[in-house]
T-cell receptor
Framework: DQQVKQNSPSLSVQEGRISILNCDYT??????FLWYKKYPAEGPTFLIS?????DKNEDGRFTVFLNKSAKHLSLHIVPSQPGDSAVYFC??????????????FGQGTTLQVKP | GAGVSQTPSNKVTEKGKYVELRCDPI?????LYWYRQSLGQGPEFLIY????????DSGLPNDRFFAVRPEGSVSTLKIQRTERGDSAVYLC?????????FGEGSRLTVL
């Protein structure tokens, strides 16, 4: 049973345009959501997070939106840059921001930003 | 180094053999996590240490998998009687407060 789903295995966008990566979850106990970025042969690195008490969190070019009623979150990257090309994982946890270690990950979406 | 270090980076073994994977966390990080990433999937939680003790081992798939962290720093993931389905990248992460810092992983291939 996949509790966190990323239904798009891949996404290709042009440099300078917006990238939108989507994620759905099924467990209503999840209250903290994160996005990780992974380059080949490297471990995932933390990108941005959002608590369930918010519906938006922004950090530079990266914005995460949370729609709790739809159990859906998305990551917006604008403007997209070639260096953003990587695999992006959505992850969720229960227990708030103090319990971010036991994460449930989605399958990942490979983003390619073309120059 | 400053990051999480995992050894070996690659391990090829035969079915039925015993394997140990090592994780050296960031100095001072009290929490340590093991995850497993199979091809085409996201990382899957295995076990979490707070100090020397396993605070949550609910993700270990069966009793062939065991992990230790005897001095609260380095951790070893041990897999007995390996099976082909154990082939994956095993990721270790450490944290001090909330953010996880992942190592590059150990790729295990069981032939």
């Amino acid at each position: 049973d996949q509790q966190v789903k990323q239904n798009s295995p891949s996404l290709s966008v042009q440099e300078g345009r917006i990238s939108i990566l989507n994620c759905d979850y099924t467990n209503s106990m999840f209250d903290y959501f994160l996005w990780y970025k992974k380059y080949p042969a490297e471990g995932p690195t933390f990108l941005i997070s959002i608590s369930s008490i918010k519906d938006k969190n922004e950090d530079g070019r990266f914005t995460v939106f949370l729609n709790k009623s739809a159990k859906h979150l998305s990551l917006h990257i604008v403007p997209s840059q070639p260096g953003d090309s990587a695999v992006y994982f959505c992850a969720a946890s229960a227990g708030g921001s103090s319990n971010t270690g036991k994460l449930i990950f989605g399958q990942g979406t490979t983003l390619q930003v073309k120059p | 180094g400053a990051g999480v270090s995992q050894t070996p980076s690659n391990k090829v073994t035969e079915k039925g053999k015993y394997v140990e994977l090592r994780c050296d966390p960031i100095s001072g990080h009290t929490a340590l996590y093991w995850y497993r990433q199979s091809l085409g999937q996201g990382p899957e939680f295995l076990i979490y240490f707070q100090g020397t003790g396993a605070a949550d081992d609910s993700g270990l798939p069966n009793d062939r998998f065991f992990a230790v962290r005897p001095e609260g720093s380095v951790s070893t993931l041990k897999i007995q009687r390996t099976e082909r389905g154990d082939s994956a990248v095993y990721l270790c992460a450490s944290s001090l407060n909330s953010e996880l810092f992942f190592g590059e992983g150990s790729r295990l291939t069981v032939l």
